[in-house]
């Protein structure tokens, strides 16, 4: 029977080496996505038989990613049926999450009928050209470069810097009068996982960037890592209210100095916010990577 334990730093190279083998786009698929979130999805990975496993808790359901294979091949069915096992002998209904479109259908051809699959728009992620956010260039993008020169109309021309042990301290501070900003919002789980990834992040081998304006404030910072060698996701992007148009500066800035070498960039989904889905349309994502949830018909 499959033997979970929860996540920890020092297993990030074993785990990288089964997700950046496995060909998934979505942003479950990164050591540091599962490291950062650990606390508030209660986290936990299992190996057995050439797989990986991994297992959420999330109000007191149970959630799997798809088992997988460190080399690509294995026994994919008998992974699900060891998954399905130890659910059962928890006492709860087999949910797999964080499917594609392709995740969906290998396993509905790997155990035909057995799963009842539903699409999570909410948790779709938006997948862009990375050249798209790089040049901004064209009549679609017009608005973009707007708010760039907004922002450098009322603060000067931004001064970009990567994330460094040295000004990560100023990156907790923004965030901190972020959360004030936003008083009506429930940040506790955000909270923890951007201290997490601020606090570790020279050990989960994250890439970030921070804008500072003319009077040297920080105004915004944004944290990704790579999925693989094709694409980067990023994992968190944060600006303050008093600088317009410094999500746009923060956007550009960062796809220049750490995206160039990737093909796409993955901005995670919009968790059914209008106003997120709103802003991420806004950027003409070349696709939306859809999400379907599996969840076993009879145990």
């Known amino acids: 029977m499959l033997e979970f334990r929860d996540v920890i730093i020092e297993m990030k190279p074993q785990i990288d080496s089964y997700f950046k083998n496995s060909n998934n786009w979505g942003s479950e698929y990164t050591f540091s996505n599962l490291f950062i979130w650990r606390k508030n999805n209660h986290t936990a990975v299992a190996w057995q038989d050439g797989f990986l496993f991994a297992r959420y808790r999330i109000k007191d359901k149970y959630y799997f990613l798809m088992p997988v294979a460190e080399n690509g091949g294995g026994d994919t069915a008998k992974a699900v049926e060891s998954l399905i096992e130890y659910a059962v002998k928890l006492g709860c209904v087999p949910v797999i999450t964080g499917l594609g479109k392709e995740g969906s259908e290998k396993l509905e051809r790997l155990m035909p009928g057995r799963f009842e699959f539903r699409v999570k728009t909410e948790w779709s992620d938006y997948i862009y050209n990375s050249d798209d956010l790089i040049n901004l260039k064209g009549a679609k993008y017009q608005a973009k470069r707007n708010h760039i020169n907004r922002f450098e109309n009322q603060n000067g021309t931004g001064s970009f810097e990567e994330l460094n042990a ?125 999400k379907y949830v599996a969840e076993l018909k009879n145990l």
């Open 166 to 290: 040295g000004n990560i301290p100023h990156c907790l501070e923004t965030y901190e009068r972020w959360v004030n900003e936003h008083p009506q919002l429930d940040l506790q789980a955000e909270s923890t996982a951007v201290h997490e990834a601020l606090n570790n992040f020279e050990q989960l081998g994250l890439k970030g960037g921070l804008i500072r304006t003319g009077n040297r404030k920080v105004c915004a910072f944004t944290i990704g890592s790579e999925i693989n060698s094709d694409i980067f996701v990023i994992h968190i992007e944060k600006g303050l209210n008093d600088c317009s148009g410094v999500y746009a500066v923060i956007n550009r800035d960062f796809a220049r100095h750490a995206c160039q070498n990737y093909r796409y960039i993955n901005r995670e989904e919009d968790m059914g916010i209008e106003g997120l889905r709103k802003a991420k349309r806004s950027y003409y994502p070349v696709m939306l990577l859809e």
